[in-house]
């Protein structure tokens, strides 16, 4: 039975698109912005911007002190926060229905008005905060820097996905204020954004709404370099090694993916789920289960939409056992699905999985609300919540094969190994 949740949409005369899907089942409604500005849109000496703004959106703008923004919508009973990723940055807030126009009031303030409030205090404060974020989530935990070795290792330098969101703190201390002021006005303009209402809202009332508080906001004529071509599989293997106090040793094989929503990506995903990505997987069943050689297995695959995707598969390495075995085994599963490929139930099994994450996902009507913004925003075509899992289905075998055959060759992949120190290390540190 095909999904069918109900999507209305329009563009302001100003360039916001305007999504409304409405739910009646509880008295709430989700806003949900995606801004199109993320770590891709950085330029080289000016990275970390887009996850600066992210905190810099919560100090205040033209008519709301510092902090009020978080204070006046929790004391409705609302919840809220906001993410920054490669391809976008998002604000979000569930309120009662009754809120619903101080939300709205609230982020047009910001997202109009907010150079209004940004000072060399605001911006220094934050710029502390960011600093201390990435100690905690990056520099001061185990295998905290992976994914940034990942990006690094995957994608040339100068790629849009080359450097991480949390961004550089060399440059962030080197941004004038000037300089952030100037990302703020190139980016966050009513063109350059989707707004979601979900939940009990009627689409007259909730576009209505939005005209009146975001209407007034100025265009600002957007001229964005078009997407990158598809970047090809490294054409050799690639080594990053790390030795580190970490826990145990941990391989991350990564591969570069064709662009998001794509049926070549949709079928590599598969490829990956039946790789490692499942709990019935070949290597989870080979490695964890049967030789026990490692302690965890993870697949997964995360769609980007500027030239290139994203594939990888950790594994955690059981102590006593050797990491270039383990590697070994995933390169023999890899070149036998593309062999073989899936079986019948692991395909069954894929499909399953995709369906479970996604109607769970859309069960949410936070989640829901932000996957409206994503595919409006990224692909102009809010409906794919209601169509993904029709392509999902369609995935055959024989798409799984080529897809492996194509972008996980083994030899195209990237190896970043994070490594316990051996004795000859310590002594050396010593």
């Known amino acids: ?8 949409r329009r563009t ?3 360039g916001l698109r305007v999504v409304v899907s409405p739910d009646h089942t509880v008295p709430n409604v989700t806003v949900n912005l995606w801004v199109g500005v993320g770590s891709r849109h950085e330029q080289a000496g000016r990275t970390g911007f887009a996850h600066l703004f992210e905190h810099l959106m919560f100090q205040g703008s033209r008519q709301v002190r510092s902090g009020e923004h978080f204070e006046a919508l929790m004391a409705e009973g609302g919840r809220l926060n906001a993410t920054t990723w490669f391809d976008r940055t998002n604000y979000f807030e569930t ?7 101080l939300a709205l009031w609230l982020e047009a303030d910001r997202h109009g008005h907010l150079l209004d ?3 060399q205090e605001n911006l220094d404060n934050q710029r502390d905060v960011v600093k201390e974020e ?5 520099d001061n935990q185990p295998y905290g820097n992976a994914l940034i070795d990942v990006y690094a290792a995957v994608f040339p330098e100068g790629h849009p996905y080359h450097h991480p969101t949390i961004g550089s703190m060399e440059d962030l201390d080197a941004a004038s204020l000037e300089d952030v002021h100037a990302f703020f006005r190139r980016h966050y303009a009513p063109d350059n954004t989707v707004l979601t209402l979900c939940g009990d809202i009627d689409p007259d009332t909730g576009f209505a709404l939005v005209e009146r508080y975001f209407g007034d906001l100025d265009a600002r004529v957007q001229d964005p370099r078009p997407p990158l071509a598809q970047l090809e599989p490294l054409t050799d293997p690639v080594r990053v090694e790390r030795r580190e106090a970490v826990p145990n040793d941990r391989l991350h094989v990564a591969f570069r993916l064709p662009v998001d929503e794509s049926d070549e990506l949709v079928a590599a995903t598969v490829a990956l789920d039946c790789l490692g990505g499942l709990s019935s997987s070949r290597l989870v069943r080979r490695l964890v289960r049967r030789e026990q050689t490692a302690v965890g297995v993870h697949a997964t695959a995360w769609g980007f939409v500027d030239g290139v995707s994203l594939g990888f598969v ?8 050797d990491p270039a075995d383990l590697e070994a085994a995933l390169v023999e599963e890899l070149e036998r699905l593309a062999a073989e490929g899936p079986t019948e139930a692991e395909l069954e099994a894929s499909v399953a999985q995709s369906e479970r994450a996604w109607l769970s996902a859309l069960a949410s009507q ?3 609300a932000d996957l409206l913004s994503r595919y409006t925003l990224l692909h102009d075509d809010p409906d794919v919540v209601n169509t993904h899992l029709d392509r999902v289905r369609a995935v055959t075998a024989d798409d799984v094969v080529a897809a492996t055959r194509r972008w996980l060759d083994p030899r195209s992949r990237a190896v970043v190994a994070y490594l316990v120190p051996d004795a000859a290390d310590e002594e050396a540190v010593a």
């Open 314 to 321: 950790v594994l955690d390495v059981a102590p006593g056992s």
């Open 95 to 101: 309120v009662p229905t009754g809120a619903l126009e």
């Open 1 to 8: 039975m095909p999904l069918d949740y109900p999507i209305h």
């Open 117 to 119: 409030a940004v000072s």
């Open 366 to 368: 936070e989640e829901r």
């Open 12 to 14: 302001l005369p100003n």
């Open 134 to 138: 990435k100690r905690q989530r990056y």
